[in-house]
Nanobody, 122 residues
Framework: QVQLVESGGGLVQAGASLSLSCAAS????????VGWFRQAPGKEREFVAA????????IYADSVKGRFTISRDNAKNTAYLQIHSLKAEDTAVYYC???????????????WGQGTQVTVSA
């Protein structure tokens, strides 16, 4: 069983930066892909970024390229999402998830955290 717990969300002003964490339990964390997704009110959950097992490869949604950075520390069983130059449209619940495949489809991620709220004020 794998458990994922996100943290680091909050209320921030536009233009600020934020760092989200995803702490995982279980021994398989380091051998799996970690992805970040977000869901704004009234919208579908959307892919944000993913990182492969070693951290040597990443993929990003076009909407966040250049402002979001995904990373991981397998020794700490933790993945991170750094967000810079926050915009009002970044307001959403952010989720981390685990997958065996390095790709962006939510359906291929089998374990999910409970989410952390990020609210950006104008």
């Amino acid at each position: 069983q794998v458990q994922l717990v996100e943290s680091g969300g909050g209320l921030v002003q536009a233009g600020a930066s934020l760092s989200l964490s995803c702490a995982a339990s279980g021994r398989t964390f380091s051998s799996n892909v970690v992805g970040w997704f977000r869901q704004a009110p009234g919208k579908e959950r959307e892919f944000v970024a993913a990182i492969n097992w070693s951290g040597s490869a990443t993929i990003y949604a076009d909407s966040v390229k250049g402002r979001f950075t995904i990373s991981r520390d397998n020794a700490k069983n933790t993945a991170y999402l750094q967000i810079h130059s926050l915009k009002a449209e970044d307001t959403a619940v952010y989720y981390c998830a685990r997958s065996k495949w390095f790709e962006s489809s939510p359906g291929n991620y089998d374990y999910w955290g409970q989410g952390t709220q990020v609210t950006v004020s104008a």
